[in-house]
């Protein structure tokens, strides 16, 4: 996320003016939306269900310094008036401290960290106000009675600024006043407003409507409470993650949402301050100026409310894309005031479309063409925020439709790649549960088996889908495969009837094949019925936001078991490059122990199913020769041209499976591929292992954690120096690593390395981040070769997840010229044919890649699947073409007819389009013949940005658009650096005014280089006060198609 901090305070101080509210009743919470709820609730099991939790009585714990659901309301409801003005302590107390002193106990030190390593309480605010809860030991701090007046009894006494003891310092209150705003008040207030406008229950409302004015009167500002801002204390910013700055009470990410269930609470209690002249007088009680409902109200909007648009204007609510947006358009259409008094609903939507939330075109642009984002699969799913982003301001567009048009505010989710988010979290979930953990996405856990549960990593969100586009798939994914509806939408319309009706449609059932995402860049081959499911991916990504260097890294399921899983969400952000993100970490491939350089490079290269056999190729550029962002630590790795990996998964039958990897890499001198399994020891082969004994991976006299001096003279502290336990030896023939996990149906993965060329050095060690605690480790496996300058390492293994039995009963390399390995079955063997030619990888030109497999049962020969070139020369080979006309709107691409084309065209057949400096794989859907031309209908959208012409100059044009996934770079004249643009090679415009893209400079205005040096009066005239598309491809580039074949033996 990146921080955007204007002016904005310096030249806007927010005036409490007397006049009139422009707000005259509830906007969010009409009469319309409260009538759905309640229905909601009448109707459905899961509406009873969300009731229930919103208004039960029983005790409040909370665990976290946030909360997105319910609170008990119920429990809050049956407190005393003080007590729920109580319930948000006063923001005089700080809520940031020391780093170092984060979750640690007096009592238990860093033990607490093996319950949870980022919090070490949890609060019970209602039986234990102002009081924290050790997680591990469950004794109370301080001891002292804060909320009474008493600052100093007891052993371990805090007054707001910590306790001493023994010689460290902890900050009890400071935590509880931390959690008690982000894990009580907001859900509270959440629960309160919502069984309020359920129940019309006024004990709801009469505590809500306390604890909101309460709030409002502890709520900082930048005027006359800058003193209570998150980081007042610690000069504005954070004192260990100095980049971050903002926030109000909690920080400015976590404030977004706050704000915005603030506002929605707001909303629902404001006719309620009408009908208690009691709650008025209790207010003016406690010193807040108002002794009239329209006072009270007043004062909220402005001491609460517009106090955070106003941080919203200034950058200091800020979170990732889509939460920002959402908070502003919420305050937009619950103040509902277009009045002349600032900010106010025009500032905010100008804001979330125009400003800095920029959400006009941000689906365009900062989606990709299969619907994933510019972060993790985790946090992609905050885009789903615009759902809530779009309907906001369909009710403020139905409210004010002359001052919020279409063609300044456009509607979302009318773009393709929007409707493309959707599609995307189907395809992203494997086995119907999992989710790969891509960059900071899932984690490790010790193995346990999952049953299909969902059939989508989106719940409710696919209601809104189906809703809008009506695809049977998108009713599939509202239930459970057991048939079941996931929660819907409380106060939204619950379709139950047109669900019913599209899921009787076979077009409704999501097949669980082979797929690419290509656009944001991961293959995942999958196949098996039933109990018998079994995937495998390959992900190479180029993300922006919550990355991490898991370049080609390799992860894999099985009946329902992750049996090789990948790190996931760091454990804490402390020690996260040196250990969870660290490309050592994961499952790929090292070339001298370097870290890649931020950027693009990653693409598919091959990928096509035949007879059982299915196959996926990629390549990255880790090492680039130019780059935008440095590796970490160095970059001594040279020359590295080629890094590129296949993998093959082999269905044996519908129950047996193995999978067939290869990595092949060129450069630097030191090849080192990283294996770890699931949370168990696996069982080394025989070989002749010497311990090393002392020390860690970075050498023998280097301890755990320490710092040290690699060989190409870099002074490191990461991976090497964090395994230990470190043992050696030669590999020269195909050996087998099990991990045996532990379930009574006999789940085991059986890792086979197989050396090509010279022996491998083999390494084992085990390891943790100093984050954990002592008893967690990782035991790795790393297979090291060492080459001359430039030389190519080819790594090549077999992985077996099977129950009982393997299925791999021996490996054997017989040839390396060509890469030909047996894979002997117990009734049977397998013939593999592997093609990953020498060469740059880097290159978006044609590779002569390929696979074959050969398969024997018994004395027959029963299968021989081929896959592209196999082997030089060999093979079904490629179809090949020039894109000669192109129809965006439409997805299609014409090619000149030939005979035998069209049937290589076939409906499903991924094709390889690419230029000199960009390549990407579609599928094709539909294929027909117009005169001398072939048209194909491919499956996603070419589009990548758009935006509307801001500015031209000599070979510029900038648009009013923030381009997500732009990472072009100017020097100090102006002009465009070399690297790893994303955008290079692309189109800007269509038909005649299309020119080829040199690269993108993102920001607020995003600047646009053509290829060609073209003058201002040139673009003026093609593209002044136009929007502009940028696409993925154009006339001229060119086509391949890897052919299948499968021969009758």
């Given at each position: 996320?990146?921080?955007?901090?204007?002016a904005?305070?310096s030249?806007?101080?927010?005036t409490?003016?007397?006049?009139?509210s422009?707000?005259?009743?509830?906007?969010?919470?009409?009469?319309?939306?409260?009538?759905?709820?309640?229905t909601n609730?009448?109707?459905?099991?899961?509406?009873?269900?969300?009731?229930?939790?919103?208004?039960?009585k029983?005790?409040?714990?909370?665990?976290?310094?946030?909360?997105?659901?319910?609170?008990?309301?119920?429990?809050?409801?049956?407190?005393?008036d003080?007590?729920?003005?109580?319930?948000?302590?006063?923001?005089?107390?700080?809520?940031?401290?020391p780093?170092?002193?984060?979750?640690?106990?007096?009592?238990h030190?860093t033990?607490?960290?093996?319950?949870?390593a980022?919090?070490?309480?949890s609060?019970?605010?209602?039986s234990?106000?102002?009081?924290?809860?050790?997680?591990?030991?469950?004794?109370?701090?301080?001891s002292?009675?804060?909320l009474?007046?008493?600052?100093?009894?007891?052993?371990?006494?805090?007054?707001?600024?910590?306790?001493?003891?023994?010689?460290?310092r902890?900050?009890f209150?400071?935590?509880?006043?931390?959690?008690a705003?982000?894990?009580?008040?907001?859900p509270?207030?959440?629960?309160?407003?919502?069984a309020?406008?359920?129940?019309?229950e006024?004990?709801?409302?009469?505590?809500?409507?306390?604890?909101?004015?309460r709030?409002?009167?502890?709520?900082?500002?930048?005027?006359?409470?800058?003193?209570?801002?998150?980081y007042?204390?610690?000069?504005?910013?954070?004192?260990?993650?100095?980049?971050?700055?903002?926030?109000?009470?909690?920080?400015?990410?976590?404030?977004t949402?706050?704000?915005?269930?603030?506002?929605?609470?707001?909303?629902?209690?404001?006719?309620?301050?009408?009908?208690d002249?009691?709650?008025?007088?209790?207010?003016?009680?406690?010193?807040?100026?108002?002794?009239?409902?329209?006072?009270a109200?007043?004062y909220?909007?402005?001491?609460l409310?517009?106090s955070?648009?106003s941080?919203?204007?200034?950058?200091?609510?800020?979170?990732?894309?889509?939460?920002h947006?959402?908070?502003?358009?919420?305050?937009?259409?619950?103040?509902?005031?277009?009045?002349?008094?600032?900010?106010?609903?025009?500032?905010?939507?100008d804001?979330?479309?125009?400003?800095?939330g920029?959400?006009?075109?941000?689906l365009?642009?900062?989606l990709?063409?299969?619907?994933?984002?510019?972060?993790?699969?985790g946090?992609?799913?905050?885009?789903c925020?615009?759902?809530?982003v779009?309907?906001?301001?369909?009710?403020?567009r139905?409210r004010?439709?002359?001052?919020?048009?279409?063609?300044?505010?456009?509607?979302?989710?009318?773009e393709?790649?929007?409707?493309?988010?959707?599609?995307?979290?189907i395809d992203?979930?494997?086995?119907?549960y999992?989710?790969?953990?891509?960059?900071?996405?899932?984690?490790?856990?010790?193995?346990?088996?999952?049953?299909?549960?969902?059939?989508?990593?989106?719940?409710?969100?696919?209601?809104?889908?189906f809703?809008?586009y009506?695809d049977p798939?998108?009713?599939?994914?509202?239930?459970?495969?057991?048939?079941?509806?996931f929660?819907g939408?409380?106060?939204?319309?619950?379709?139950?009837?047109?669900?019913?009706?599209?899921?009787?449609?076979?077009?409704?059932?999501?097949?669980?094949?082979?797929r690419?995402?290509?656009?944001?860049?991961?293959?995942?081959l999958?196949?098996?019925?039933?109990d018998n499911?079994?995937?495998?991916?390959?992900?190479?990504?180029?993300?922006?936001?919550?990355?991490?260097?898991?370049?080609?890294?390799?992860?894999?399921?099985?009946?329902g078991?992750?049996?090789?899983?990948?790190?996931?969400y760091?454990?804490?952000?402390?020690y996260?490059?040196?250990?969870?993100?660290?490309?050592?970490?994961?499952?790929?491939v090292?070339?001298?122990?370097?870290?890649p350089?931020?950027?693009?490079?990653?693409?598919?290269?091959?990928?096509?199913?035949?007879?059982?056999?299915?196959?996926?190729?990629?390549?990255?550029?880790?090492y680039?020769?130019t780059?935008?962002g440095?590796?970490?630590?160095?970059?001594?790795?040279?020359?590295?041209?080629?890094y590129e990996?296949?993998?093959?998964?082999?269905?044996?039958d519908?129950?047996?499976?193995?999978?067939?990897?290869l990595?092949?890499?060129?450069?630097?001198?030191?090849?080192?591929?990283?294996?770890?399994?699931?949370?168990?020891?696996p069982?080394?082969?025989?070989?002749?292992?010497?311990?090393?004994?002392?020390g860690?991976l970075?050498?023998?006299?280097?301890?755990?954690?320490?710092?040290?001096?690699?060989?190409w003279?870099?002074?490191?502290?990461?991976?090497?120096?964090?395994l230990?336990?470190?043992?050696?030896?030669?590999?020269?023939?195909?050996?087998?690593?099990?991990?045996?996990?532990?379930?009574?149906?006999?789940?085991?993965?059986n890792?086979?390395?197989?050396p090509?060329?010279?022996?491998?050095?083999?390494?084992?060690?085990?390891?943790?981040?100093p984050?954990?605690?002592?008893?967690?480790?990782?035991?790795?496996?790393?297979?090291?070769?060492?080459?001359?300058?430039?030389?190519?390492?080819?790594?090549?293994?077999?992985?077996?997840?099977?129950?009982?039995?393997?299925?791999?009963?021996?490996?054997?390399?017989?040839?390396?010229t060509?890469?030909?390995?047996?894979?002997?079955?117990?009734?049977?063997?397998?013939?593999?044919?592997?093609?990953?030619?020498?060469?740059?990888?880097?290159?978006?030109?044609?590779?002569?890649?390929?696979?074959?497999?050969?398969?024997?049962?018994?004395?027959?020969?029963?299968?021989?699947?081929?896959?592209?070139e196999y082997?030089?020369g060999?093979?079904p080979?490629?179809?090949?073409?020039?894109?000669?006309?192109?129809?965006?709107?439409d997805?299609?691409?014409?090619?000149?007819?030939?005979?035998?084309?069209?049937?290589?065209?076939?409906?499903?057949?991924?094709?390889?389009?690419?230029?000199?400096?960009?390549?990407a794989?579609?599928?094709?859907?539909?294929?027909?013949?117009?005169?001398?031309l072939?048209w194909?209908?491919l499956?996603?959208?070419?589009l990548?940005?758009?935006?509307?012409?801001?500015?031209?100059?000599?070979?510029?044009?900038t648009?009013?658009?923030?381009?997500?996934?732009a990472n072009?770079?100017?020097?100090?004249?102006?002009?465009?650096?070399?690297?790893?643009?994303?955008?290079?090679?692309?189109?800007?415009?269509?038909?005649?005014?299309?020119?080829?893209?040199?690269?993108?400079?993102?920001g607020?205005?995003?600047?646009?280089?053509?290829?060609?040096?073209?003058?201002?009066?040139?673009?003026r005239e093609?593209?002044?006060?136009?929007?502009?598309?940028?696409w993925?491809?154009?006339?001229?580039?060119?086509?391949?198609?890897?052919?299948?074949?499968?021969?009758?033996?």
């Amino acid at each position: 996320m990146k921080r955007r901090h204007s002016a904005f305070w310096s030249i806007l101080v927010m005036t409490m003016i007397a006049a009139a509210s422009a707000k005259d009743s509830s906007t969010y919470y009409t009469p319309d939306r409260i009538t759905v709820g309640r229905t909601n609730v009448f109707r459905y099991s899961w509406a009873k269900r969300l009731l229930g939790e919103m208004t039960s009585k029983s005790p409040v714990t909370v665990p976290y310094y946030i909360n997105g659901g319910y609170a008990a309301g119920g429990a809050y409801a049956s407190q005393s008036d003080e007590f729920m003005w109580t319930l948000q302590p006063s923001t005089l107390i700080p809520r940031v401290y020391p780093h170092e002193a984060k979750a640690i106990c007096p009592v238990h030190g860093t033990d607490v960290r093996k319950v949870d390593a980022w919090c070490a309480w949890s609060i019970e605010p209602v039986s234990h106000p102002y009081k924290v809860q050790c997680k591990l030991g469950k004794e109370w701090y301080p001891s002292n009675d804060f909320l009474a007046g008493d600052m100093t009894s007891g052993e371990f006494p805090d007054d707001g600024n910590g306790c001493d003891y023994k010689g460290k310092r902890y900050y009890f209150l400071r935590d509880y006043a931390h959690m008690a705003y982000g894990g009580a008040v907001i859900p509270a207030l959440r629960s309160l407003s919502q069984a309020y406008v359920l129940t019309g229950e006024t004990a709801y409302a009469r505590k809500g409507a306390i604890l909101l004015a309460r709030l409002a009167s502890e709520y900082p500002n930048h005027t006359d409470r800058s003193d209570r801002l998150f980081y007042a204390t610690t000069g504005g910013r954070d004192p260990h993650y100095t980049w971050k700055t903002g926030g109000m009470i909690t920080d400015l990410i976590w404030e977004t949402f706050s704000l915005e269930t603030t506002a929605y609470a707001y909303d629902a209690l404001y006719p309620y301050f009408d009908q208690d002249p009691e709650l008025i007088s209790f207010l003016k009680a406690k010193g807040m100026p108002v002794d009239t409902a329209v006072a009270a109200r007043r004062y909220i909007e402005e001491k609460l409310l517009r106090s955070g648009m106003s941080a919203l204007l200034s950058g200091d609510i800020h979170g990732n894309e889509g939460l920002h947006q959402a908070a502003a358009l919420a305050c937009a259409l619950v103040m509902d005031d277009f009045s002349d008094t600032h900010p106010n609903s025009q500032d905010m939507v100008d804001y979330a479309y125009h400003g800095i939330g920029h959400c006009a075109y941000l689906l365009v642009n900062g989606l990709t063409r299969d619907g994933g984002g510019h972060e993790s699969p985790g946090y992609n799913r905050i885009k789903c925020d615009f759902i809530r982003v779009h309907r906001l301001m369909e009710q403020l567009r139905r409210r004010h439709p002359e001052e919020l048009s279409t063609d300044r505010y456009p509607d979302l989710f009318a773009e393709p790649k929007a409707r493309a988010l959707f599609d995307y979290y189907i395809d992203i979930t494997p086995l119907d549960y999992f989710l790969p953990s891509i960059g900071d996405c899932g984690g490790i856990y010790p193995p346990r088996r999952i049953p299909p549960y969902q059939y989508s990593f989106l719940s409710s969100e696919n209601l809104f889908a189906f809703q809008r586009y009506g695809d049977p798939r998108y009713a599939r994914a509202c239930t459970k495969p057991d048939g079941t509806f996931f929660t819907g939408e409380l106060f939204e319309p619950f379709p139950e009837d047109a669900i019913k009706a599209a899921l009787a449609k076979p077009e409704s059932q999501i097949r669980r094949e082979s797929r690419l995402l290509d656009g944001y860049g991961i293959g995942i081959l999958e196949s098996g019925e039933g109990d018998n499911r079994r995937a495998v991916s390959l992900n190479y990504t180029s993300l922006i936001g919550h990355r991490q260097h898991d370049n080609l890294s390799l992860e894999m399921w099985a009946r329902g078991v992750a049996v090789l899983p990948d790190i996931g969400y760091p454990h804490t952000c402390d020690y996260s490059w040196e250990w969870d993100s660290n490309i050592m970490a994961h499952n790929t491939v090292t070339v001298d122990e370097t870290q890649p350089s931020r950027g693009s490079g990653g693409a598919a290269t091959l990928f096509a199913s035949a007879n059982g056999v299915h196959v996926v190729a990629a390549r990255h550029d880790p090492y680039p020769t130019t780059a935008f962002g440095s590796a970490r630590g160095g970059n001594p790795a040279r020359d590295v041209d080629e890094y590129e990996r296949m993998v093959v998964l082999v269905d044996v039958d519908p129950e047996r499976f193995y999978v067939v990897d290869l990595f092949a890499v060129r450069g630097g001198e030191q090849h080192d591929q990283s294996w770890h399994g699931p949370l168990v020891s696996p069982e080394p082969p025989k070989l002749h292992w010497q311990a090393q004994g002392n020390g860690t991976l970075a050498g023998k006299d280097v301890a755990q954690f320490a710092t040290f001096t690699d060989r190409w003279g870099r002074t490191r502290k990461d991976f090497p120096s964090f395994l230990t336990n470190i043992r050696r030896a030669e590999l020269g023939q195909s050996a087998t690593w099990s991990w045996n996990l532990g379930f009574p149906e006999g789940d085991t993965l059986n890792l086979h390395l197989v050396p090509v060329g010279q022996p491998l050095d083999v390494i084992m060690g085990r390891g943790r981040s100093p984050a954990h605690t002592p008893d967690f480790g990782m035991e790795y496996l790393l297979a090291r070769r060492t080459v001359a300058p430039g030389g190519r390492s080819l790594f090549l293994t077999v992985l077996d997840a099977f129950q009982t039995k393997p299925v791999v009963k021996s490996v054997r390399l017989v040839s390396e010229t060509p890469l030909v390995l047996e894979v002997r079955r117990e009734d049977g063997k397998d013939e593999i044919t592997l093609n990953v030619p020498a060469g740059s990888s880097r290159l978006t030109t044609h590779r002569s890649l390929g696979a074959r497999v050969r398969s024997q049962t018994g004395e027959n020969w029963t299968r021989d699947a081929q896959i592209g070139e196999y082997e030089a020369g060999k093979g079904p080979g490629y179809a090949t073409s020039i894109i000669r006309a192109v129809d965006h709107a439409d997805n299609e691409i014409a090619l000149d007819h030939r005979p035998g084309l069209d049937s290589d065209l076939a409906p499903g057949r991924a094709i390889r389009i690419f230029n000199a400096q960009r390549t990407a794989l579609f599928r094709v859907r539909a294929v027909r013949r117009e005169g001398e031309l072939l048209w194909i209908t491919l499956d996603q959208s070419a589009l990548l940005a758009r935006g509307p012409v801001a500015a031209v100059d000599d070979g510029i044009v900038t648009i009013s658009a923030f381009i997500v996934f732009a990472n072009g770079q100017v020097d100090e004249k102006g002009q465009l650096k070399p690297g790893l643009d994303y955008f290079a090679g692309s189109r800007m415009a269509e038909g005649k005014t299309a020119r080829r893209v040199c690269g993108v400079v993102g920001g607020e205005n995003s600047k646009i280089f053509p290829a060609e040096r073209v003058t201002a009066d040139e673009l003026r005239e093609d593209f002044g006060g136009r929007v502009v598309s940028v696409w993925q491809y154009g006339e001229g580039d060119q086509v391949e198609i890897s052919r299948t074949r499968s021969v009758r033996p």
